[in-house]
């Protein structure tokens, strides 16, 4: 099990793909634990916003409202920021490899999502 206690540490066991982490500062533990709920939502609202964009976009149901030039761009707009909601993980560190097993006495315990 790595012992980490800054941001740094995190980062670089998460290059060395450490089986497990602890993660002894408080405050580091709290912030990997927002990434965690961010990464969560952001995995959700791709879904619906994606469904929504592809849905006005392929306009089933004919309603001529969705063919008028401000849906046109509010279709792009939601195309894009799911597309960008699709890329979210990998700005935040260490969510995309570790996910979180549990609290421990000593710290936040991590383990690796690909083992």
């Known amino acids: 099990m790595t012992r980490v206690s800054n941001l740094a540490e ?3 066991a998460g290059k060395l793909n450490a089986a497990e982490i602890l ?4 405050e580091l533990a709290r ?3 927002a ?19 592809i849905f006005a976009w392929a306009n089933p149901l004919g309603i ?6 401000g849906f046109r761009v509010a279709r792009q707009v939601m195309l894009a920021v799911g597309i960008g909601l699709l890329f979210l993980e990998y700005l935040l560190p260490g969510t995309r490899v ?8 000593e710290g936040l315990r991590l383990v690796n999502r690909r083992k």
């Open 10 to 12: 995190l980062k670089q």
């Open 23 to 26: 993660i002894a500062d408080e």
């Open 31 to 33: 912030k990997m634990r």
């Open 35 to 53: 990434w965690q709920v961010i990464r969560t939502v952001a995995n959700i609202l791709v879904i619906v916003i994606l469904a929504i964009a």
């Open 64 to 69: 001529p409202l969705l063919e008028t030039g």
């Open 98 to 105: 570790f996910k979180i097993a549990g609290d421990e006495p």
